[in-house]
């Protein structure tokens, strides 16, 4: 088994654990009949955690250089903390094992990607085609549990994401140790993670990714409930999610030409931009299948584009010794804080306006990340060492 076949896998089954959490985890909240605020702070509490787990894992695996015994330590404790779920049937109760689990769930990807980056070396533009294999992940699970929910109950879904949680652990035993990083007194004196990260354009860069996130918020927690809300089964659900992410393969295979034609600036502008499109479609017009099939595919864009660029920003802004730390902020501020409070707030607009002005509050988020990025994201004219 090659470095390729055991990162790929790790990408597959992370993420087919995701297309069966964020399409259909608040169909199985609303099962208890919670209300939608109730739903919009649990689904909160699976970001919330990745505003204090990844750092606190990413700045161990800095000082440790243990990497892969992190991952694979909160790839396990995933599992165990998950297994309490089967009992629970009281907000609380979920609410406390999705914080449990979650905490540890959310620290494991950001290390790994910097253990995928480390073993590309030189070849880190082979990066998106390692990645893509989360995506078809994805895809898989989005569409078959999708399907599967036409004839079970909503109730199975724990059992079917521990069997991912379980495929994930095995996966990162597979994971060869690498070796520690250290860099020289000279070298960290110069590119302090502290210093790197308290550059305007660094902080703008968090900034934004925080107001994207933010966007997402109410999408990963109610489109799939408008969705059913206005007739579509959940089979036709399924299929809405896996087209956003078949668009969002068909990037990262040709992200490194994309790159190479357009620049990273452009890129994120254009796909900003489209953020904003997307999100005033799908508040508008939910019931218009082809706008919603066209807003799906832009999925391509407000994700793909989006978390490519964001990867290689943070290694063109950060160094190597500091990679741990600038990846998990990277989810701590953006998947962590930004999804965490567009996931509460959306919950706290629902009932009482709608999808339209939740989705409207999305848009004006990306609307103020598209200004941002034109007046500050110039790249090549940030270093890393003074």
């Given at each position: 088994?090659?470095?390729?076949?055991?990162?790929?896998?790790?990408?597959?089954?992370?993420?087919?654990?995701?297309?069966?959490?964020?399409?259909?985890?608040?169909?199985?909240?609303?099962?208890?009949?919670?209300?939608?605020?109730?739903?919009?702070?649990?689904?909160?509490?699976?970001?919330?955690?990745?505003?204090?787990?990844?750092?606190?894992?990413?700045?161990?695996?800095?000082?440790?250089?243990?990497?892969?015994?992190?991952?694979?330590?909160?790839?396990?404790?995933?599992?165990?903390?998950?297994?309490?779920?089967?009992?629970?049937?009281?907000?609380?109760?979920?609410?406390?094992?999705?914080?449990?689990?979650?905490?540890?769930?959310?620290?494991?990807?950001?290390?790994?990607?910097?253990?995928?980056?480390?073993?590309?070396?030189?070849?880190?533009?082979?990066?998106?085609?390692?990645?893509?294999?989360?995506?078809?992940?994805?895809?898989?699970?989005?569409?078959?549990?999708?399907?599967?929910?036409?004839?079970?109950?909503?109730?199975?879904?724990?059992?079917?994401?521990?069997?991912?949680?379980?495929?994930?652990?095995?996966?990162?035993?597979?994971?060869?140790?690498?070796?520690?990083?250290?860099?020289?007194?000279?070298?960290?004196?110069?590119?302090?993670?502290?210093?790197?990260?308290?550059?305007?354009?660094?902080?703008?860069?968090?900034?934004?990714?925080?107001l994207v996130q933010f966007g997402h918020g109410a999408y990963y927690t109610f489109y799939s409930v408008?969705?059913?809300?206005?007739?579509?089964?959940?089979?036709?659900?399924?299929?809405?999610?896996?087209?956003?992410?078949?668009?969002?393969?068909?990037?990262?295979?040709?992200?490194?030409?994309?790159?190479?034609?357009?620049?990273?600036?452009?890129?994120?502008?254009?796909?900003?931009?489209?953020?904003?499109?997307?999100?005033?479609?799908?508040?508008?017009?939910?019931?218009?299948?082809?706008?919603?099939?066209?807003?799906?595919?832009?999925?391509?864009?407000?994700?793909?584009?989006?978390?490519?660029?964001?990867?290689?920003?943070?290694?063109?802004?950060?160094?190597?010794?500091?990679?741990?730390?600038?990846?998990?902020?990277?989810?701590?501020?953006?998947?962590?804080?930004?999804?965490?409070?567009?996931?509460?707030?959306?919950?706290?607009?629902?009932?009482?306006?709608?999808?339209?002005?939740?989705?409207?509050?999305?848009?004006?988020?990306?609307?103020?990340?598209?200004?941002?990025?034109?007046?500050?994201?110039?790249?090549?004219?940030?270093?890393?060492?003074?």
């Open positions: 088994m090659n470095n390729y076949f055991r990162l790929s896998g790790f990408y597959f089954f992370y993420f087919a654990l995701l297309g069966v959490l964020v399409p259909y985890w608040s169909l199985y909240l609303i099962s208890f009949d919670f209300d939608a605020q109730t739903v919009g702070a649990l689904m909160a509490l699976l970001q919330l955690s990745r505003i204090v787990a990844p750092n606190l894992w990413g700045w161990m695996a800095d000082k440790s250089g243990k990497r892969v015994e992190i991952v694979r330590f909160g790839a396990l404790m995933t599992c165990l903390m998950f297994i309490s779920m089967f009992w629970q049937d009281t907000a609380l109760g979920i609410g406390l094992v999705m914080l449990a689990f979650s905490f540890f769930w959310n620290a494991v990807l950001p290390q790994f990607e910097v253990i995928t980056l480390e073993e590309l070396g030189d070849k880190k533009d082979k990066y998106s085609q390692i990645r893509l294999w989360g995506s078809i992940g994805f895809i898989v699970t989005v569409v078959g549990i999708g399907a599967l929910l036409d004839f079970i109950s909503i109730r199975w879904l724990p059992s079917l994401m521990l069997i991912l949680m379980i495929c994930i652990w095995l996966n990162t035993l597979f994971i060869p140790k690498q070796a520690r990083v250290i860099e020289t007194e000279e070298e960290g004196s110069r590119s302090g993670f502290m210093v790197l990260l308290l550059r305007p354009q660094v902080i703008v860069f968090f900034v934004i990714c925080f408008l969705m059913v809300d206005v007739g579509y089964s959940r089979t036709e659900i399924g299929f809405l999610w896996a087209i956003g992410v078949v668009v969002e393969v068909l990037v990262f295979i040709y992200m490194h030409w994309m790159l190479q034609r357009w620049g990273i600036r452009k890129i994120m502008v254009v796909s900003l931009f489209l953020c904003v499109v997307r999100w005033l479609l799908i508040g508008t017009v939910p019931e218009n299948l082809s706008l919603m099939l066209f807003a799906q595919t832009l999925h391509a864009a407000t994700f793909g584009c989006l978390h490519a660029v964001g990867i290689a920003l943070v290694h063109a802004y950060f160094t190597k010794k500091t990679y741990g730390q600038a990846q998990a902020l990277f989810s701590s501020i953006g998947f962590g804080l930004g999804g965490a409070l567009g996931a509460f707030l959306s919950g706290l607009l629902w009932d009482d306006f709608g999808a339209f002005y939740t989705f409207s509050l999305s848009a004006f988020a990306s609307f103020i990340a598209v200004a941002l990025a034109l007046i500050w994201i110039y790249p090549e004219k940030v270093h890393k060492n003074y």
